[in-house]
């Protein structure tokens, strides 16, 4: 979610906060048009923090399916540190959190995808590199969020394309693949 009088991301605890971005709809559907599956994969460490419980989760994601045509939801609710109250269960390193590519590999395999063939759309320099990890095409909202984690130097997440809104992503892959 982005504040808009501050102008800043943050994390949605609860599913009455998740507010689609302006043309996020209209985009999906694009998405569709073009003949691709739309597939969420996201960190979402907020049981290993202890922010809510598992469950809270799961209702954050029926509400994301509610808002939008999405074909799977595949989240990460680990986190390597956790936090005070967090569930430790979900505390420590995994295989599918973000820059890493399991979510991604398990999406390929659940759904039979070609990873070279599908594109990763993503707001974050992680989700960049969960992409290449993965060998799939990615394309960087907005700069990479640089204002909470700078993307610079040698270790830089270097996408396809870096463009400004979730409209024009979909409107290079659209050039891309036409």
Known sequence: M?????????????????????GAEDAIRRLHDLGYQCIVVTNQPGPAKGHFPLGHLERMNARLRELFDLDAIYCCPHHPEGGAGGDPVFIGPCACRKPLPGMILQAARERSLDLAACVMIGDSPDDV???????????????GRCELCPNRGETAAAPEVTVRSLADAVSWVALRDG
């Not at 982005?2 to 302006?22: M, S, V």
Request: glycine share 12%.
């Open 129 to 143: 590199r969960a992409g290449q990890a993965a060998g799939v095409p990615t394309i960087l909202i907005n700069g």
């Open 2 to 22: 982005r504040d808009a009088e501050l102008g800043i991301l943050y994390t949605a605890f609860h599913p009455d906060q998740l507010r689609p971005i302006k």
